[in-house]
């Protein structure tokens, strides 16, 4: 499988200020997906972030407010931007594949954000 | 567009009882479906991975089916232990994009 390292795992950030998420893979992945999971709900997809790119973002997020970079085949980081208690969300990012060719989704552990 | 619903919400069992979660999904024009787990304040573990051509596929303790053109899935938990106490997922793919739609979960809790 896929082993996905995210940085960081939690924090607690004040309103008006940015934080970034960090996640590094085992291997080099095309595509490589952000979640976010607000307070008892789902996942939602952020957007994918390609190698080479601009990332793709789905309705309702913006590069604004999302910034994500992607400088290589096993990085990629995730900006959340002049926050509100509202991104008060886990914030995950995800693979599919790894080097057997198994096409599962792969997750990393989670950055748990608190806007305060 | 893809809705994903997950039935029931919660579930209590006893350890040791046999239990059924159940996925449906509207669009049945799928690439594959996964199962995941996801322990509190955690990322998911994926457990299941079933492709759009598949009927089932097993790993130890469970199973999961797939019926396409009804669009359901069900994840069946043989034997369950109070390590199984987890949230569960089913996200459904429509293309080899790796993009999904997830369901709300099942939070599952085994009593000793």
């Known amino acids: 499988s896929a082993v996905i390292s995210q940085k960081p795992s939690r924090d607690i950030c004040q309103r008006g200020t940015s934080l970034t998420i960090q996640c590094q893979v085992d291997?080099?992945?095309?595509?490589m997906f952000w979640y976010r999971q607000q307070p008892g709900q789902s996942l939602t997809l952020i957007a994918t972030a390609n190698q080479g790119s601009e990332a793709t973002y789905e309705s309702g997020f913006v590069i604004d407010k999302f910034p994500i970079s992607r400088p290589n085949l096993t990085f990629s980081t995730l900006t959340v931007s002049n926050m509100s208690p509202e991104d008060s969300s886990i914030y995950l990012c995800s693979v599919e594949g790894d080097r057997d060719g198994n096409e599962k989704l792969f997750f990393g552990s989670g950055t748990q954000l608190s806007v305060l | 567009k893809q809705e994903v619903t997950q039935i029931p919400a919660a579930l209590s069992v006893p350890e040791g009882e046999n239990l059924v979660l159940n996925c449906s999904f509207t669009d049945s024009a799928i690439y594959n479906l996964q199962w995941f787990r996801q322990d509190p304040g955690k990322g998911l573990t994926s457990l299941l991975l079933?492709?759009?051509?598949?009927r089932e596929q097993t790993s130890g303790r469970l199973n999961a089916s797939l019926d396409k053109s009804s669009g359901r899935s069900t994840l069946y938990i043989a034997a369950s232990q109070p390590g199984d106490s987890a949230t569960y997922l089913c996200?459904?793919?429509?293309?080899?994009?790796?993009?999904?739609?997830f369901g709300d979960g099942t939070t599952l809790t085994v009593k000793p």
């Open positions: 996200a459904v793919s429509d293309t080899n994009a790796g993009k999904s739609t």
């Open positions: 291997s080099q992945v095309t595509m």
């Open positions: 079933i492709q759009s051509s598949q």
